[in-house]
């Protein structure tokens, strides 16, 4: 709640006057029964019609001069709100960016949108409404008290006792509705989950007929919303009955003893009708807190899961000594006894990896899926930090590099291709602003992407579309490696990245790297050993474990795991020809 306090700071000056505002206005609010009851007492008693046009004059003066005030209050309320609403935005975003894939990973996509968007959304009408009305309400109801006291003491009384009795209600109702209103925004969340579940899935879930299910599994959700909507709406919508009983025995009573009073000519007409007035101002007042209570609990559980989100600490954070940039002439990477786990105290995704990559190597590594390939390269770039031992690039501790300069050393080419919508030569560009058509094609050239960039219409103008709906599979992932290439990196990787190429592009693309980065560090992770044969070292992982390092020749000889995987993707004779080394 701190950390988002600190975002009205900026808005001072509104946050007064808005609030301020309002009590002036309802300041003028609490005249008008004043004047209401001289007209009936002194204007209509008396047949005296100037001072009944002269006071009409009167109440339409503080109506206006009220409506000012209120349009006033309004707008600083509304800059205030704005305000504070952008900037958590934008902190919020900024924080986000910082989120490595651990964090990425335990809050989840869709959660992080609905912070983003909805309950940001809903921070922002809450501090607009209590800005405007959380002083107004209490100061009318209390006014009126007041004003009723200056009016008739006796009759006062009624007020002492129904106040008390009316904040009972609305406190107590808004105690214990303020927790399922988090839980109905928590249920949100899950609707929302399977949405964008959904959406996103859409093709596949065309493909098994699996319509039916996922609605079902949406009504599911949604009817667990609804509800607890019902739920907590139920006990929130017994407040205006509740409210209305007792203002209304009230004014009863008021009503009652004050025609009894008439009578006796202690009290005049017009006080009654005053009394009657202040305690209708009191009930709206209150409906007004009714309503202020469930749009600020629910800001408020809104509020603490953004809070939630601000207070999650990147795990992968930077060290100040940013001037670091590795000694060019040591192994590109280095692992040394490395263990990870994704979770802490759950088994390790990968366990006593050593090896070592000397720049300008080809490193392959292989392994069946799960066997923690991706894994292994994500602690290069630190997208994740290692559990144990030690990760080096160019013999520094990847930690003590600025992220900055050590995500610039490195490529990634992920195993699913992801492009951004906008023109190929803006993709192309992610690398540096200072990339140039020419280094474009040249990686287009290197990521066999060429003939199809060329063949489209407008060639580097061509927009992709939100997600690169517009390209195949196989065109999504030469671009992006094509990305990663024109960014010109020390170390390139491949994870999978040629999944969805022929063999005989796959092989190009090879060639290609190996004739024109030779100076690169590049690894590749493929499941097809064809793929991987030709690199330097080769480095098997079976469950997170290394079962073997070395060539394709030395692994055929002495890794079983290696020879299998060759068995179920090369003829026996193919092998053969290879164990004995003349190919
Ligand atoms: P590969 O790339 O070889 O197919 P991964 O490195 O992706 O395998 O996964 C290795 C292991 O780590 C698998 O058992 C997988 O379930 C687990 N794993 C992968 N990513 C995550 C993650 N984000 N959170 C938790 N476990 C994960
Ligand atoms: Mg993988």
New binding site residues.
């Given amino acids: 709640m701190k950390t988002l306090l600190a975002y009205l700071k900026g808005y001072k000056k509104e946050s007064i006057l808005a609030p301020l505002f309002k009590m002036l206005e309802a300041s003028f609010e609490l005249f008008v029964p004043l004047v209401m009851a001289a007209i009936i007492d002194v204007g209509i008693a008396n047949q005296d019609k100037p001072y009944i046009v002269k006071m009409c004059f009167v109440l339409i003066a503080l109506g206006i001069i009220g409506l000012v005030c209120s349009i006033t209050a309004q707008y600083f309320a509304a800059k205030a709100a704005t305000g504070v609403g952008t900037g958590i935005r934008h902190g919020l975003f900024e924080h986000i960016q910082k989120f490595t ?1 651990t964090e990425m ?1 335990q809050l989840g996509t869709s959660t992080l949108i609905t912070r983003m968007t909805s309950d940001i959304n809903q921070i922002q009408s809450g501090v607009n409404l209590v800005l405007r009305l959380f002083l107004r309400s209490p100061f009318i109801v209390f006014g009126a008290m007041i004003m009723a006291f200056t009016v008739d003491v006796k009759a006062a009384l009624v007020f002492v006792v129904t106040i008390p009795l009316l904040s009972l209600i609305v406190f107590g109702i808004m105690l214990v509705t303020m927790p399922m209103y988090k839980k109905v925004q928590a249920d949100l969340d899950q609707v929302l989950l399977t949405t964008r579940e959904n959406l996103t899935g859409a093709r596949v879930i065309r493909a098994f007929n699996k319509e039916e299910d996922e609605t079902k599994r949406f009504e599911n959700a949604n009817q667990i919303l609804t509800d607890a909507q019902k739920y907590v709406g139920r006990i929130s919508g017994m407040m205006n009955p509740l409210t209305y009983i007792i203002v209304n025995g009230a004014v009863v009573v008021l009503l009652y003893t004050g025609a009894i009073r008439v009578d006796q000519g202690i009290i005049t007409t017009g006080a009654v009708v005053a009394l009657v007035n202040y305690m209708n101002q009191i009930l709206l007042a209150l409906v007004v807190v009714a309503n202020l209570v469930v749009i600020f609990t629910k800001s408020a559980a809104c509020a603490a899961r953004v809070n939630e989100v601000l207070d999650t600490k990147p795990s992968v954070t930077e060290t100040d000594s940013t001037e670091e940039n590795g000694d060019s002439s040591a192994p590109a990477v280095k692992f040394d006894k490395v263990y990870f786990s ?2 802490d105290n759950s088994e390790y ?1 990968l366990e006593d990896i050593s090896f070592t990559a000397e720049k300008g190597q080809t490193i392959g590594i292989i ?1 069946g ?8 390269i994500n602690l290069i770039p630190r997208f994740y930090d290692a559990s144990d031992g030690l990760v080096e690039v160019y013999g520094t501790d990847v930690r003590k590099y600025s992220l900055n300069r050590l995500r610039k050393k490195i490529a990634v080419v992920p ?1 699913k291709a992801v492009l951004f919508s906008g023109t190929i030569r803006e993709n192309m560009k992610w690398g540096g602003d200072n990339i140039t058509d020419e280094q474009i094609w040249r990686a287009l050239k290197i990521s066999q992407a060429y003939e199809f960039v060329e063949k489209l219409e407008n060639g580097l103008d061509y927009k992709i579309l939100q997600g690169g709906k517009n390209l195949s599979g196989g065109q999504k992932q030469r671009l992006t490696i094509a990305r990663a290439i024109a960014a010109d990196p020390e170390i390139l990787i491949l994870d999978d990245s040629a999944s969805a190429l022929d063999f005989a592009t796959d092989a190009k693309l090879r060639t290609a790297i190996k004739e024109n980065c030779s100076d690169m560090t590049v690894f590749i992770i493929s499941q097809r050993a064809n793929t991987v044969k030709n690199a330097d070292q080769i480095i098997v ?1 079976d469950d ?1 474990k290394t079962v073997g390092i070395g060539t394709h020749k030395e692994l055929l000889q002495s890794c079983t795991d290696y020879c299998q995987i060759c068995l179920t993707q090369f003829s026996a004779e193919e092998l053969e020809k290879e164990i004995n080394g003349d190919e």
Avoid: P
């Fill in positions: 894939f990973d994704y979770h995704a392994g899926t799960g066997s923690g390939k991706s894994t292994l195993q992982l997170g």
